[in-house]
């Protein structure tokens, strides 16, 4: 037996086993975590599961009738333009924000380390909390929001951000992107810290104006943090289901309602399960999308 | 159980007391939505202080959990003995045969009388022969107004509205939008409270849950976007739930509120203006009066080990049902003579609405179809589909999902 045990504990310490060992233990919580709960969707997608067969993996086979059911229905159109204009509209104004706050606090001014750091505040809070703030921010009576933009004459009536089918999904944006720009706020200024301040020297010395050092120096050497920002983003704001629930429901009539909530709903409140398996494997589908770009434009940079 | 109480109770055993029926200590497993404190934690507890061999294990599941808990729970055999389910979703759990079925035990039973229990809530248990629960407590809904505002706007306080139009040309006299004051409050929430406050009037209408686009449906939803529209309710009545909505009648912001006994005890601390209830408004005179029906019901499931005590304690809760009121903020599910009861105006009102409360279905598609209310009805209030025309296209879905 010692000898077993002094065995076992060389291949552990020499390497080889040691890397076995990891690569079977990742491997084991991949399976176990990620591509059983996969595929298990997946074969609830094609079938029929009310919530007292939800244990069983043995199940009615319908083909592919639970898509065509979902896919359908006139909900299912509206739903996923909205989508695409939450993810579209949220990235865009993250990003957009957040670089913008990096780059001022890229700046030395006293105290700009530690203005960023209060910005991560927001982030740091649960989206549940968020949510709840910002619906009292944005109620239609009473909400702080329209008490400013009336007292500043900005809007005659009020504006009810939640209830007003014309208005809810940008409440929920604007919610989204208030909790999203910190986050992409600290990535782009790890990215600009890492850019040599040499090389900004050296274009000052040869006349380049500030507009000029931004497109030739930062953006070409930010493309690798910007990539990141945008898929990491893209699958952060997919995800994003708390400030829904919180906000608005997807409500009134669907007008502010998304995939993930959708899927939550059919699943969840309306137990039928297959249909809201299809939504979460077509959302399953341009994740790994998103992923794949990401991957290839990472490894871009690295072989560069 | 510790050893003490097992000798003493082998030691009851031993001398022949009528303890010999359960000569094992028994343990029942109670999922409940209520927190410590609330009815069904002080109806364990006096149950077993009465019961020394019959211990109850009390856990709260969130609300909206307890069916997706049960059916995971029922789907591998960790079901709890009793459960309370909200009533409509009884008919999800009935025809699986996951539940108990009460009759034979209530024909011999001394202490419970079908007969006595309102039909609404009998109608949420009762599965032709069978008895799946027996109603823990019941609410229903009713008009709350502010008396001091009625008499400001020259209303007449003793004589609140009784029908639909009334209780627009009310909504319309008592709102004030330069004070913030909207004539109604209720909630059209795409949740099941927003069903739970539309379904009467589709009942009070001529129509049911399966027959959702009727004449008087069409009227009742017309009504609603009226009042939307027209700025006498507010259009966060689509976001509020049921407790919001009537925090803004509490808060003086609203004239006349729809909503359920629950409300009255917060609002004996927060409202302090005279306010009284009143009857839901009906379509026009002398027509069929309708109300929602609140609350859920006691059952067992149907492979407990106890069957015969957990019938016990289910006979126990029904015993004391003219303690709901009082204590637990429910009126009675059955009729029974409530002592000096809370609020005795508001009592006496929601207690006559209870006679016309009706349940949600029963059928086992019950949340699709709930949910098709709610978008028809959200769909006319945002001003998205004519009333008419989205009871039309709810009706379509709604053959379909009973198809």
New interface residues.
Partial sequence: MPRFKTGLMNGLIDGKGFDTTLVLLSLGYLLVFSAFPLIFNLIMSFQQVD??????LVRPFVGWDNYRDVLTRP?SWPIFLNTVKFVGISLLAQVSVGFALALFFQQSFPGATFLRGLFLAGWIMPALVVGAVWSWVL????GVLNYGLQSLGLVRDKI?W????AWTLYAVIIANVWLGIPFNMILLSVGLAGIPDDLYEAAKMDGATCLQRFTTITLPMMRAQLGAVISLGTIFTLQQFDLFAAL????????SNVFQYWSW?LS?????IGQGSVISMLMILFVILVAVVYVRSTRHEQAS | MNPLKIMFLSALGLSGSWTMAHSAPVELDLWTIDQPGEYHYVMAREFDQQHADITINVRTVQFRDV??DL??A???GNGPDVTYIDNPDMA?FAP?H?LLDLAPYVRKSDIVDIDRIFPGPLASVRFDDSLYGLPRGSNTLALYYNADMFEAAGLDPDQPPTTWEQLYQYAKALTDSSE?VYGLAFSA???EEGTFQFLPWVQMGGGDYNNIATPGAKRALTLWTRLIEEGLA??????RSQYESTG?FNAG?AAMAISGPWELPRMSEEADFNYRVAMLPVPEKKAKRASALGEGVNTILANTRYPKEAFEFLEFMHANMDRVWNEFGMLPASRVEVKDPNFPQAYAVFDESMKYARTRGPTPEW??IS?TIQ?AV??A??G?VEPAVALENAQLKIDRILD
């Fill in positions: 919530l007292f067969s939800l244990a069983q909900e109620a239609g009576d009473y009810f939640l209830s007003d089918p608005t429901q997807g409500g009134p009539a669907n007008a709903q969840f409140e309306n137990y039928e | 069916v997706n059916a995971r029922v789907a591998t999800l699986r996951l913030n929430i795409n949740s507010s259009r966060d009545t689509l976001i803004t912001n949340q699709k949910q978008q959200q769909s209030l945002t998205q």
